[in-house]
């Protein structure tokens, strides 16, 4: 059974850091692009990162580029996102999902994990 589980997530000032894990098994990630989403209440759910494992090619949102950094853990089989100087407009439940693309990677995405929420304070 195929399973995703993103940890990490919390309350950080403006400014902090946090860093987000994304954790799989029955699955093997090195062989999947690794994405990670932001959903805000009322809005569409937005990419935030994705990289594509085995080109290491890595695509960022405007909004993070700079202050986020997608890497991966072969040795535990995770993907982390790294935030620096968080802000605000950051704050969201956070998703990892491991699929085919990173491009229009939503839509490529076969496994969702469930969300952790950060929350940034200002």
């Known amino acids: 059974q195929v399973q995703l589980v993103e940890s990490g997530g919390g309350l950080v000032q403006a400014g902090g850091s946090l860093r987000l894990s994304c954790a799989a098994s029955g699955l093997n990630l090195d062989r999947y692009a690794i994405g990670w989403f932001r959903q805000v209440p009322g809005k569409e759910r937005e990419e935030i990162s994705c990289s594509s494992g085995m080109d290491s090619i890595t695509n960022y949102a405007e909004s993070v580029k700079g202050r986020f950094s997608i890497f991966r853990d072969s040795g535990k089989n995770a993907v982390l996102l790294q935030m620096y100087n968080v802000k605000p407009e950051d704050t969201g439940v956070y998703y990892c999902?491991?699929?085919?693309?990173?491009?229009?990677?939503?839509?490529?995405?076969?496994?969702w994990g469930r969300g952790t929420p950060v929350t940034v304070s200002s």
């Open positions: 999902a491991a699929g085919t693309w990173c491009v229009d990677a939503e839509s490529h995405m076969d496994y």
